[in-house]
């Protein structure tokens, strides 16, 4: 069955910086474009970073552009969130997407938490 498991989060001090992975199985990931969300207490789910099949090419929220860098190894079906100069608006519960083909369904996990405090 389709999994999308996320991994890398926990708790930072502000500037400090994480590494979030996410490994899928389940379908054939390189024909999928993958994406970064998060969910911080009392707000919306908003995409934070996405990444094209291929790695052709790549999209960040205003709010991470500069600090976040998203990557994928297609030979490790595996999507990677690059995070430095964390703050503390960055805590929130990241989760990752898979989107395919039109007419597909998209894929979540589960999430993995990030808390920026001192």
């Known amino acids: 069955q389709v999994q999308l498991v996320e991994s890398g989060g926990g708790s930072v001090q502000p500037g400090g910086s994480l590494r979030l992975s996410c490994v899928a199985s389940g379908f054939t990931f390189n024909t999928y474009a993958m994406s970064w969300y998060r969910q911080a207490p009392g707000k919306e789910r908003e995409l934070t970073a996405s990444i094209a099949t291929r790695s052709v090419a790549t999209t960040y929220a205003d709010s991470v552009r500069g600090r976040f860098t998203i990557s994928r190894d297609d030979h490790k079906n595996t999507v990677y969130l690059q995070m430095n100069n964390l703050q503390p608006d960055d805590t929130a519960v990241y989760y990752c997407?898979?989107?395919?083909?039109?007419?597909?369904?998209?894929?979540w996990g589960q999430g993995t938490q990030v808390t920026v405090s001192s």
């Open positions: 997407k898979a989107r395919g083909p039109p007419g597909t369904d998209p894929h």
